[in-house]
Nanobody, 115 residues
């Protein structure tokens, strides 16, 4: 079973960019559709975006569409979330998982956007 480790979070100003990484350990990473999710303080975890196993197709929540992109490197067992033009409301802990979710959640990586 895959284990996931997210990284790349930090504190940035509104309008900045940030790239998150999700490194997977285990076999068969390349066969999974992978998703990014986030959980803001006091809110439920929500879907951010997803990338097909081949990397050929992506889909995003309306709240991030046009500002976030997802890519993956199957040779490195890693999926990335590139975030542009960050907003205050993007502040959250970001997680990756398979889509649909099948794995135990990792520790996530905190993204804090300030004005």
């Amino acid at each position: 079973q895959l284990q996931l480790v997210e990284s790349g979070g930090g504190m940035v100003q509104a309008g900045s960019s940030l790239r998150l990484s999700c490194a997977a350990s285990g076999r068969a990473f390349s066969s999974y559709t992978m998703g990014w999710f986030r959980q803001a303080p006091g809110k439920e975890r929500e879907f951010v975006g997803v990338i097909a196993w081949s990397g050929g197709a992506t889909y995003f929540a309306d709240s991030v569409k046009g500002r976030f992109t997802i890519s993956r490197d199957n040779a490195k067992n890693t999926v990335y979330l590139q975030m542009y033009n960050l907003r205050l409301e993007d502040t959250a802990v970001y997680y990756c998982n398979t889509a649909p979710v099948t794995l135990q959640w990792g520790q996530g990586t905190q993204v804090t956007v300030s004005s």
